[in-house]
């Protein structure tokens, strides 16, 4: 019932289904309750709530329950939500493996853990898989559909359904890989990030201007790969003018970074400067973040009708 755990009951909320929020401590469930409470009525109040429930509807579909065996049953799909520690998650599915029937679906939000490491020796490990949300879910529509080499392809498939069902925006890996697909191509972003500030070429607050009103104008609705087909008479033709400045460009990217020592000192200071690391001041930072990612999606939904 934390964060994400939070994000992605108001999401199945949001898409009609009945949700049983699970915790071992009911203050940590009577706070979340809370919270989604809170965020629902505001979200209304604003235009920007999800599905077509109100927001009173929703929260009826969300109960909260301690005890794992009443939390699971009758569920078709269960997305853990734990914290970021493979021993924990194991416990977890160790534990759904002993009480879950043929038909259910177990999913982790894991960000970085491979399903090799998280599912096998399962006795219903076909049934098993990732589904990776971004933070926050809720605002940010991908998930990684990571299967793991056991997983039957009819879990992936009604996966992906679901999550299209609940508005959701789904990509298909067909294989797990490290760091999966979003945060290889994140790191790589950032790897050049900390180079380029470590190097004086740049200094931090400018080098996030790049990207926000830069390279990300364009991301926030094409991809790399439409962008390269866009910026020339399509994908050939790019790589026939550009390829030679790429290959030159890439071959000058340094080692990866340590991320630390004196260049994570100069980093911080710039963005402790921008933002102070304050908890009110954070959280108004992220709240203001997340009213961003709002209107965007409402501004991308409306583009994609018209």
């Not at 534990?95 to 490491?117: A, F, M, R």
């Not at 949300?133 to 679901?162: C, G, K, M, Q, W």
């Not at 340094?254 to 911080?268: A, D, L, R, T, Y």
């Not at 963005?271 to 009110?280: C, T």
Request: aromatic content about 6%; some cysteine.
């Amino acid at each position: 019932s934390g964060l994400i755990g939070r994000s992605w009951a108001m999401v199945f909320a949001a898409g009609g289904f009945e949700v049983k929020l699970y915790d071992i401590a009911q203050e940590q469930l009577t706070s979340a309750l809370e919270n989604i409470r809170k965020q629902m009525k505001e979200l209304e109040e604003s235009g920007f709530l999800k599905g077509a429930l109100s927001a009173e509807q929703q929260l009826a579909l969300v109960s909260t329950c301690t005890d794992l065996n009443a939390a699971v049953e009758g569920a078709t799909f269960i997305q853990e939500c734990t914290p970021e520690n493979l021993e924990l998650k194991k416990k977890i599915f160790g534990q759904l493996d002993l009480i879950v029937d043929d038909n259910v679906i177990l999913s982790s939000s894991t960000s970085c853990l491979l399903p090799s490491k998280l599912f096998t020796g399962l006795k219903h490990v076909k049934q098993c898989i990732v589904s990776h949300p971004v933070n926050p879910p809720y605002f940010v529509p991908l998930v990684e559909i990571v299967p793991h080499p056991e997983t039957d392809p009819s879990t992936t498939e009604r996966t992906y359904a679901l999550m299209k069902k609940i508005g959701q925006s789904p990509v298909k890996l067909t294989r797990e890989i490290e760091g999966f697909v979003l945060n290889r191509l994140q790191y790589a972003v950032i790897s050049e990030a900390w180079r380029l500030v470590g190097e004086g070429v740049i200094s931090p607050t400018d080098l996030d201007l790049v990207m926000s009103d830069g390279l990300g104008m364009r991301y926030a609705f094409i991809g790399p790969l439409e962008t390269m087909h866009l910026n020339a008479n399509g994908i050939s033709n790019y790589c026939e003018r550009y390829r030679e400045g790429m290959r030159l460009v890439l071959n000058t990217f340094g080692p990866v970074p340590e991320f630390s020592g004196e260049i994570e000192q100069k980093i911080s200071q710039a963005m402790s400067e921008k933002i102070p690391v304050v908890p009110k001041v954070l959280d108004a930072r992220r709240k203001w973040r997340d009213e961003c990612l709002t209107g965007l999606a409402k501004l991308k939904k409306q583009m994609k009708s018209d």
